[in-house]
Every structure is written in C-alpha cells, then in structure tokens.
C-alpha cells in the first residue's frame, strides 16, 4: 500500500458458525476490506 493510499476499512464479523464466519470474511476480504471475526459475544467486546 502506497503513503497516500488510504487504509482499508475494516469490519467485525460476529457468527457462532464457523462456516458462516469463514464465508464471510473471504468474500469480504476479496473486496478489500480488512476482516476480524468474533465466534461469541466475550470475542465481540473484546475485540472493540
């Protein structure tokens, strides 16, 4: 990433289903954003 190019946005995917956590961070991260997933609602708090 170049200094001018801004930084990539970033989202908090919060699933109790590893599938689903796992399908939407590739299909979100192919678009650019930068992903973090949370599998409970302790990983969610902690990870904001």
Known sequence: M???DPAPHRILVADDQPDVLE????????EGYQIETAKSPAAVLKAI
């Open 2 to 4: 170049a200094a001018n």
């Open 23 to 30: 399908a939407l961070r590739l299909l979100l991260k192919a």
